[in-house]
C-alpha cells in the first residue's frame, strides 16, 4: 500500500497567486496541490494536501498524519511558523518526519520571521525556492527515507 504524504498550510496560503506575487509568485494553492500530487506519484507516495486558516485544525491534521503513520509531513505554517508552540509540540510528538517549507526567503525578510518553532522538531527546512520548495522537500523525504525514485528525462 502507498505511504500517504501530509502536505499542510497555514494561514492565508489560500490566497496564494491572488496577491503579493512579487513575494509569493503567481502559482495558487490549486498549482502546488497539482505539483505536490506529480511529484508524490513519482515516488509512490499518495497526498494528502490540507490549508487551514485555524491553528487547532492544523494540530489535528498533525495528530492524523501520526495516527495514519504518514511517511511524512511537509509543512507550510505560514505566519504560525513564528507564533506557535502548539504546532510545534503536535509535531514534535508524532514519530512521522517532518519538513518545513517557505516560498519565501524567510531570512531576507523582517526580523520577526527570522524565527521558526517549526525548525527544531523539523528534519530539514527549505525556504527561498517558491513554490519549487514544496516539491524540492517532497524529493528530500523520499531521500531522506529511502523511497526516491528519480525524475523521468
Ligand atoms: O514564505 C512563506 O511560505 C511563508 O510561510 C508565508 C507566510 C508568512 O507569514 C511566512 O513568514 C512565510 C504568509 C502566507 C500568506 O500567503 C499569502 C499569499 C498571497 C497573498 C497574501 C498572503
Do not use: W
Not at 512579487?22 to 506519484?41: F, I, N, P, Q, W
Not at 497526498?47 to 486558516?53: C, D, I, L, P, T
Not at 525556504?127 to 523521468?152: E, M, N, P, Q, S
Amino acid at each position: 500500500m502507498a505511504k500517504t504524504v501530509y502536505v499542510l498550510n497555514g494561514p492565508n496560503l489560500n490566497l496564494l497567486g491572488t496577491r503579493e506575487p512579487k513575494t509569493y509568485g503567481r502559482a495558487t494553492l490549486a498549482d502546488v496541490e497539482k505539483l505536490c500530487r506529480e511529484t508524490g506519484k513519482r515516488h509512490k507516495f499518495e497526498v494528502e494536501f490540507r490549508q487551514s486558516n485555524h491553528e487547532g485544525e492544523i494540530v489535528d491534521a498533525i495528530h492524523e498524519a501520526g495516527a495514519e503513520q504518514a511517511a511524512g509531513i511537509i509543512i507550510n505554517a505560514g505566519a504560525y511558523t513564528h507564533t506557535s508552540v502548539a504546532i510545534r509540540d503536535a509535531l514534535a510528538a508524532v514519530e512521522v518526519p517532518v519538513i518545513e517549507v517557505h516560498i519565501s526567503n524567510i531570512f531576507a525578510r523582517e526580523s520577526f520571521r527570522h524565527h521558526s518553532h517549526i525548525a527544531p522538531v523539523a528534519k530539514a527546512s527549505l525556504c527561498g525556492f517558491g513554490v519549487t520548495g514544496y516539491a524540492l522537500a517532497i524529493d528530500g523525504l523520499a531521500a531522506l527515507t529511502g523511497t526516491r525514485h528519480k525524475a523521468k528525462p
